[in-house]
């Protein structure tokens, strides 16, 4: 692309002369001229075209990066475009900004009418809509996946896992407790070196813990707690339980623990507190014999487990719901195989563990007669992991793609960003070059916002301003009021005889809420007098309200079990499918500061 800026050079009356003459009289011109300006022009969209969210992803890498023109919009004297801002303000979908337009003038004032975007489904985790925003999918290279393996081979040759066993403990001065991990156990710098993403990235999100059966809060289950002041926990373990079947179902025979080189930590047989009726010794590898004097109950693998995993910890596994529902613990910082390496027949799929070893692993386990290893699993649990942190989150996907993150790829261009939101989405997404501010309120992300929009060497701005999503979801948990509004929809379905054809289910909107659109347009106003000239802003909604769709979907859930309801179950599942249309009916603004 042509520089904005060309040289021109003025002839030089005597050039044989004086050789710095034509260098000393050198002069530069704008093509654009002095009253120039960059502008945003939206292109008719066809009856039938819709934008998602990478359109809108496309838009910043077209300004930014060396992504492709966008179909959707034009922009005018794109080199005149100093920095990007990105504004995600989840929980406004268009129903929401046509019936509150007049609270919300400040959005069509900067950036005119916006364009509709069709969102993820309601039943998807809200991380996938910011993934889907700040992860680009770009061409995996040919052979990639071969010389990643051929990679990790040469690496496995050179030394196996140490066979530790018990329990490794340090204690921390100041803590009653042991403590584990601490400078024994730190994630080597080599491990941490370059990854396209950073650890936490491959956690599940609450809605894939709650989608794949991992428990939260039920009776008689106990949770891991934050490590003590001064202790130095396990950045990350490796789980693999062993279970046996009792009088009162599965119950824990065997526990196993490995650290992020395979040493073994915690290993131990446990007595079952009911009677056994089968030892499962084809899959558990626990015998009658080995039982014999184990004296271990839950209760005790309890207290060790507790001492070594901390609420900080990454806990890795394969299914690993069915260990912790064993140990009757909650942890909410797992990486699953089962998950992370996606089954190419879909979500409801999944590959067992001895496949995925002998795949990338190239080595076979589970393949005894005497049945299964927990701390042969929990090894190959951890290496498979690993392996995917390493290579990146579309490693061993059969597509012709890989995902990278966004500030990534602005960075491969040469470009400069700032990350400010929320501390979990800050550490997922941004890259080692961008600048990272952890915030915890809309407030103090627009105060850090304007000062970043201003810094002449950040061409890109992300933040966001949850205070509406937060809004929505506090009024979906409480059970009262989420009745009320449900009343209220079904009245309106059964009084309106319109509503049956209606676009949207229209409710009033109360006075907290109004307040609420009130601070996000008084906080877009103020983020956009702080932009410089020809600054692009982005204003991308996401979705509207899921979180009173998620808790609907509880109800509807009652009624297929045939729990008793004063609902009716044809009214209720009418509600749910337009709340569930409306909210995925997001939005986007685009304007340029003149």
């Known amino acids: 692309m042509r520089s904005p800026k060309h040289k021109t050079h003025t002839p030089s009356s005597k050039p044989e002369r004086d050789t710095n003459a034509t260098t000393a009289s050198s002069t530069f011109f704008d093509i654009y001229g002095p009253e120039a300006k960059a502008d945003v022009v939206f292109k008719t969209p ?186 130095c926990p396990y950045e990350i373990l490796a789980l693999d339980c062993e279970m046996c079947v009792t009088s009162e179902g599965f119950e824990l025979t065997r526990i196993s623990l490995v650290d992020v080189k395979g040493q073994v930590v915690l290993d131990k047989l446990v007595k079952p507190s009911n009677s056994i009726t089968d030892y499962n010794t084809r899959y558990s590898g626990i015998t009658r014999e080995m039982l014999n004097g184990v004296t271990t109950g839950l209760k005790d693998v309890q207290e060790d487990f507790l001492k070594l995993v901390y609420k900080e910890t990454i806990l890795v596994g394969h299914s690993l719901e069915n260990d912790l529902l064993a140990l009757k613990i909650s942890h909410d910082l797992v990486i699953d195989t089962a998950v992370l390496y996606k089954h190419p027949r879909g979500a409801s799929y999944k590959t067992a563990l001895r496949v995925l070893t002998s795949r990338f692993l190239s080595r076979e386990i589970q393949d005894s007669r005497n049945g299964h290893d927990s701390i042969e699993d929990a090894r190959a649990a951890m290496e498979l992991a690993m392996l995917k942190i390493k290579q990146g989150p579309e490693f061993g996907s059969p597509p012709s793609f890989m ?49 970043e929009v201003k810094n002449d060497k950040v061409h890109f701005v992300w933040t966001q301003f949850s205070e509406l999503n937060s809004y929505f979801k506090k009024q979906a948990d409480d059970t009262d009021k989420l009745n009320t509004r449900l009343a209220e929809m079904l009245s309106l379905l059964t009084c309106n005889k319109k509503s049956t054809t209606s676009k949207s289910i229209k409710f009033s909107v109360t006075s907290e809420l109004k307040d609420i659109l009130t601070h996000i347009d008084t906080r877009i106003r103020s983020l956009y007098h702080e932009l410089p000239t020809n600054a692009m802003l982005i204003i991308c909604t996401g979705h509207g309200d899921t979180a009173i769709v998620h808790r609907s979907y509880l109800l509807r859930k009652m009624l297929k079990e045939q729990i008793e309801t004063t609902v009716s179950r044809e009214k209720l599942v009418k509600v749910l499918e337009e709340l569930q249309a409306q909210a995925e009916v997001a939005l986007c603004f685009v304007g340029v500061k003149h």
């Not at 790829?409 to 997922?428: A, E, H, Q, W």
């Open 46 to 231: 066809d009856a039938d075209s819709t934008l998602n969210l990478q359109d809108v992803q496309g838009l910043v890498t077209w300004v930014l990066a060396e992504g492709f023109m966008p179909s959707w919009v034009f922009i005018k004297n794109k080199p005149l475009i100093p920095k990007v801002v990105m504004l995600y303000v989840p929980g406004l979908d268009a129903a929401l900004y046509m019936s509150q337009s007049k609270i919300l003038n400040g959005l069509k004032e900067f950036c005119g009418n916006p364009r509709a975007v069709l969102a993820l489904s309601c039943v998807s985790d809200r991380m996938q809509t910011i993934d889907a925003l700040l992860t680009c999918k770009t061409k995996r290279k040919r052979n990639e996946v071969d010389s990643a393996l051929k990679k990790h081979d040469q690496t496995s040759e050179q030394g196996e896992y140490a066979r530790g066993e018990g329990i490794a403990e340090i204690a921390c001065p100041g803590s009653q407790r042991p403590c584990s991990g601490g400078s024994n156990n730190p994630l080597s710098m080599e491990v941490l070196k370059d990854l396209p993403f950073p650890i936490t990235y491959y956690t599940l999100t609450a809605k894939e813990l709650e989608d794949n059966g991992y428990c939260h809060d039920q009776p008689g289950f106990v949770s891991t707690l934050p490590a003590p002041s001064g202790c």
């Open 403 to 451: 995902r990278k993150k966004l500030l990534t790829v602005l960075n491969d261009c040469g470009k400069t960003s700032s990350f400010i939101d929320d501390i979990s989405i800050v550490k997922r997404y941004t890259s080692v070059s961008s600048h990272a501010f952890p915030v915890a309120s809309d407030d103090e992300a627009l105060s850090k916002a304007k000062k």
